[in-house]
């Protein structure tokens, strides 16, 4: 069983679904900690909610990103972690993290990469136009949503949608994608 770790920083909605489709056996995984930078992100409530293990920091409190990723590094061999999830996780990996554990981190993105990169992705899309939207799920490098694609579902753009309408249509698809792909990772597909 793979032991997982999930960054978050927000509501925490990918890190439930995640942590849900564990607890019910659909993925011979477990998550094991959540690693937080906002120490008042709801997602916070919900790891307590999954008596999930959790290190949250500020990083303000650190004189440098190598330093507090090297704590995270040191609590996540403490937990023996196989797979790093991001998940809404609103921070660039630095070298640290990324010596430590490349090839087994990944993210979800709310767009068709290698289109719309970045923190705006669904609202970048929107405001161009695109006609269909998506998501993609790809491993972490040291660019900005730029690591290799694992995988991306789509939809078309129906007209008269809204922004809400269009993130709500992703929120869904990211729900059930994330898990999918988590689940053959950790049957080592």
Known sequence: MKRIAIFASGSGTNFEALVCACENKAINGQVVLMVCDKPGAY?????LNHNVDMFVFNP????GKALYEKEIVNKLNEYNIDLICLAGYMRICGETLLNAYLGRIINIHPALLPSFKGAHGILDAYNYGVKVFGVTIHYVDSGVDSGKIIAQRAFDYTEGDTLEMVEQKIHAIE?????EVLKKLCEGE
Do not use: G, N, S
Request: aromatic letters at 14%; proline letters at 7%; hydrophobic letters at 30%.
């Open 175 to 179: 729900h059930e994608l994330y898990p």
């Open 60 to 63: 303000k409190d650190y004189k």
């Open 43 to 47: 997602v916070i409530t919900r790891a």
